[in-house]
């Protein structure tokens, strides 16, 4: 790994931390620049997983008061997601790197359309209704999110918090207090089985963490200055010209 390199993935990480805590969509931009440093896609997909990690804890703590008031309903979605991310993952590491190539441009559109998407995509606001969870339909559109979330992360946020919406009982904060949470499950599972198959590049997501550690603070600052429409459009541009770049490298 060239300093041009390190650079690259730190500022990225910066850049996807402070993404996320804007608008999410910060995938995009850890995969990208492991991408064009020449990480294969699958490994770039699996560290992606990890440099995400610590944003998923920090954004359940912060909704813990929330969770409180739900959390044992919740362990039954807890569980189906991490069914759903176990065969989601492994089904990413039995892909060969050119298989999985293949994927990628589509994966990437069909998870930038669902980002740029997504502002119409969340639940109407229940004030003062109690999160229900648990019922069938819920439960198949969390096992089918979580297969997707273990086999490739970006645009995952977006649509559980949708299916969530159409298929759980909450105000807007509840549902992604609960999304948050199911998402800490889903990519800790995704984690330990990406680890166990030696897909995670060390030493690119120790360089891209410090960053997106940096950039989820400055986030907390940008969020109050940037009109979260334009770091969206940013995510939706990153997205396009990594389906781009995917096509015609072939």
């Known amino acids: 790994m060239t300093f041009f390199d390190a650079a690259l993935l730190f500022l990225s990480g910066f850049v996807s931390g402070a993404v996320n805590a804007v608008a999410g969509g910060g995938t995009f931009v ?8 020449g990480v294969p896609p699958i490994v770039a997909n699996a560290t992606s997983s990890v440099t995400q990690f610590p944003g998923y804890i920090t954004s359940t703590l912060a909704y813990l008061d929330d969770i409180r008031h739900f959390w044992r309903q919740a362990l039954l979605l807890c569980v189906i997601s991490a069914f759903g991310a176990l065969a989601g993952s492994l089904i ?3 892909l060969s790197n050119p298989s999985f190539r293949a994927l990628v441009p589509w994966l990437l559109i069909a998870a930038t359309a669902l980002f740029a998407a997504g502002p119409w995509l969340k639940p109407a606001p229940k004030p003062g209704a109690e999160a229900k969870v648990g019922s069938f339909a819920g439960s198949l559109a969390q096992f089918a999110t979580s297969v997707y979330g ?3 992360g970006a645009g995952m946020g977006v649509m559980m918090l949708a299916t ?3 298929t759980q009982a909450g105000d807007y904060h509840r549902l ?3 999304k948050n949470m199911l998402a800490v499950v889903i990519a800790a599972i995704a984690i330990l089985v990406f680890v166990s198959g030696g897909v995670v590049a060390w030493p690119q997501a120790i360089v891209m963490i410090p960053g997106g550690a940096l950039g989820g603070y400055a986030g907390v600052w940008m969020a109050k200055r940037v009109p979260q429409g334009l770091v969206r459009g940013f995510v939706v541009a990153v997205g396009l010209f990594l389906a781009l770049y995917y096509f015609t490298k072939g």
């Open 164 to 166: 969530l919406g159409l």
């Open 30 to 37: 850890t995969f990208g620049a492991m991408s064009l440093v």
């Open 176 to 178: 992604n207090a609960l």
């Open 150 to 152: 273990g086999f490739f």
């Open 92 to 94: 990413l590491l039995a």
